[in-house]
């Protein structure tokens, strides 16, 4: 896929259960464009490298497990996830895991794994535009994006969400353990070396908490009429 480095482009970063996913689906569906989901690279990477025998401290075999991966992404209706295919195999479900996503996490403070994948995020930048979810979009992958939203919410808040996901998707599990395992994520992520999780100098930081996700939608369409 050939990039087109004058199409427009929406960056929404932030923290993991902020409705990141969500928003920017539904951002792509009403513009038209294309979406990028970042956070899936580095979860597949994470996968593709445990089903390969790759240690995720063998930082050249990540650096090839992330180089050679084969990943599509479909869309779905909104609210559901984007479909994520990995060798053709629909792998959604797998790499949602809270286990897939700590280890995706360990994965990516990893700066080798980072450059290996930063060439192919680029290469989802085509017309009519793309809508970019991550961690770093605006301040490393796109940093001249037109229009930066960070997208956050407390970490309790955050929580709850993904308890009541998991619940309704029959998972048994502990909010005061979901609790933990979020604020731990945020911690390495804000610390971590390699592109740490911040909002960018530019960007219009909306927080979720207590809003419903058609008022977070009308904000980030008011910051995508700037595009």
Known sequence: MMSDNKAPVITVDGPGGAGKGTITQMLAQKLGWS?????AL????????E??????????GLVEVASSLDVAFEPTPVGEPVRVLLAGEDVTAEIR???CGNNASRVAVKQPVRDALLQRQRDFRKNPGLVADGRDMGTVVFPDAPVKI????SAEERARRR?????EAGVDVNIDALLEEIRARDERDMNRSAAPLKPADD?????S???????????????????
């Open 97 to 99: 895991t809270e286990s």
């Open 42 to 49: 580095y979860r597949l990477t994470a996968l593709a490298a």
């Open 203 to 207: 960007a219009q930081v909306i927080d």
């Open 35 to 39: 979406l990028l989901d970042s956070g």
């Open 163 to 167: 308890f009541n996901q998991l619940k």
């Open 209 to 227: 908490t207590g809003l419903s996700i058609e008022e977070v939608l009308d904000r980030c369409m008011a910051a995508a009429g700037q595009a």
């Open 150 to 153: 960070f997208l956050t919410a």
């Open 51 to 60: 089903r390969q025998g790759v240690s995720l401290e063998d930082d050249a």
